[in-house]
């Protein structure tokens, strides 16, 4: 279980008001965040200090243990996951605090740093309700839920306060993955409180447990990145577990001469979306369909090495929800699937056979310092999520254009579900300042707005930051 501990048991009796007020104390801080945030790490002092601060003034003064998990961008390998395939996640510096303090009363009450988001208790069991659909508790209902299921006993309660990074970019819904951010620094709690040491495999397994309880079909990179991340390096991933139930995994550095943008499209999706779950669905009806000629396999990415000219005859163009459902090949209840959905499964295949593919030629092309194949692969991954699996919108295809027509720019494309959220540009890193300048400026004149556009540095892994007196 990840554990930094930066701030080593900080048991001093200065109050984060004092520390706030303290010029040297919030020197020191700072220095002590450094391992985790660089050249950021002052404005995390303060952003930690404020947190404190209005934990004390939610929960009372007395001890506090400070979790926290990055967010991320995807650098290729977009809707493969949950198909067993392969990802190249980055972690970001941007992430989400929990300050937590155990309670014994089998009671969790949340707050949040941001008024907009309500505060909410409720009782430990195995069988947690939800709150309203969309509602930001049910990301910690359902990671309680998971652990409690664990370990019935061991876990007793928390108070806890939110600490998201919206003002530092990882707004809801912008493809950075926050609500897995959150659910991964819940867990961590949850589990740190309970007792359980768990391994990783198992910890990513409740994670994305807990995000299905909330609604969404997702798989597990965002939480396998969150743990595993490495400064300065993304994380390849074959998300297709071996017989032992482990996972093949290998740092990738990042290319020095490059810089990552991200550019946020400022339309955010909703995490709880019946358009992400009717994608899953098609990958499902098509190995489905897929089985008929090879059985046995039970995710796209079994199909991995057959050439698509081979696999698509065998795919439908589209069906019906409830063809598919009543000629046997959707055999799952997919929450958001309504009876009049069409469901485009070839394309859907076929971008996930083609992305599978591309991860792995990124990852050749990296590795032999060929940035310009990636760029290209970058771009065939684009074209293939807005037109194969249909996630792009009108914003983000103007900061695809502009950015791939700025100087210096070798690549560029949308990241994480779709729908809104953000691109990632692959830039040189001499010309990242002008090719955002221009990115900006044609977005003004499509959009009439200036897009928030920010320079992807990469975080450190998930874990408990440190005990403190709040
Ligand atoms: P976002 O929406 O970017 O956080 C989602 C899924 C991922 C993955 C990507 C698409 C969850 C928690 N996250 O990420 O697993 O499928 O979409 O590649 O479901």
Redesign the pocket.
């Known amino acids: 279980m990840p554990n930094h501990n930066v701030i080593r048991n900080r048991q001093s009796t200065t109050s984060p008001v004092d520390l706030a007020q303290n010029g040297a104390e919030l020197a020191g801080l700072t220095a002590e965040l450094a391992p985790l945030y660089g050249d950021q790490s002052a404005v995390q002092a303060e952003r930690y200090v404020d947190a404190l601060t209005q934990f004390s003034a939610f929960a009372g003064p007395g001890p506090a243990w400070l979790f926290r998990a990055p967010?991320?961008v995807?650098l290729i390998?977009?809707?493969?996951?949950?198909n067993n395939g392969f990802?190249m996640p980055i972690a970001l510096d941007r992430d989400i605090l929990l300050v937590v303090r155990p309670r014994r009363d089998r009671t969790v009450r949340l707050a949040n740093i941001e008024p907009e988001f309500e505060q909410s208790a409720f009782t430990v069991s195995e069988e947690i309700p939800q709150a309203s659909p969309g509602h930001w508790s049910n990301y910690v209902r359902g990671a309680a839920q998971m652990i409690a299921r664990l370990a019935p006993d061991a876990f007793t309660g928390m108070d806890c306060l939110a600490v998201g990074a919206a003002p530092l970019g990882l707004a809801r819904?912008?493809?950075?993955?926050?609500?897995?951010a959150l659910?991964v620094s819940a867990t961590l709690a949850l589990a740190h409180f309970a007792g359980l040491n768990l391994p990783p495999e198992q910890f990513v397994q409740i994670c994305?447990d807990a995000?299905w309880y909330v609604g969404?079909?997702?798989?597990?990179?965002?939480?396998f990145i969150s743990l595993l991340a490495r400064r300065d390096h993304a994380l390849f991933l074959d998300c297709r577990p071996d017989v032992n139930g482990q996972y093949a995994t290998r740092h990738v550095p990042l290319p020095a001469a490059y810089q990552i943008l991200i550019a946020d499209s400022g339309v955010h999706?909703s995490?709880v979306r019946g358009e992400?779950n009717k994608r899953v669905a098609s990958c499902r009806i098509g190995v489905a369909s897929l089985r008929r000629k090879h059985p046995g396999i039970t995710h796209l990415r079994d199909v991995h090495s057959i050439p698509w000219g081979e696999l698509a005859p065998s795919l439908p163009e589209q069906i019906g929800a409830v063809k598919a459902a009543t000629s046997g090949l959707l055999d799952t209840d997919i929450p958001g699937l309504e009876p009049a959905d069409v469901l485009h499964v070839r394309a859907c295949c076929r971008h996930v056979w083609h992305e599978n593919h591309r991860v792995e030629q990124a990852l050749a092309a990296l590795d032999s310092g060929d940035i310009a194949a990636v760029g290209a692969l970058l771009q065939a991954a684009h074209a293939s999520a807005r037109d194969d699996y249909a996630?792009s919108t009108p914003e983000i295809e103007t900061l695809v254009a502009s950015a791939s027509a700025a100087p210096g720019v070798v690549g560029a494309r949308l990241?994480?579900?779709?729908w809104g959220?953000c691109v990632l540009v692959l830039v040189r890193q001499e010309e990242a300042v002008h090719a955002a300048g221009v990115i900006q400026n044609s977005f003004l004149s499509a959009h009439g707005r200036v897009p928030t556009i920010f320079p992807c540095r990469t975080g450190a892994a998930a874990g408990l930051v440190a005990t403190v007196d709040a």
């Open positions: 967010g991320r995807n390998g977009e809707h493969t996951d949950y990802v819904g912008s493809g950075l993955s926050s609500s897995s659910t994305s995000e969404t079909r997702g798989g597990i990179m965002d939480q999706h995490n992400y996630i990241t994480g579900a779709g959220g």
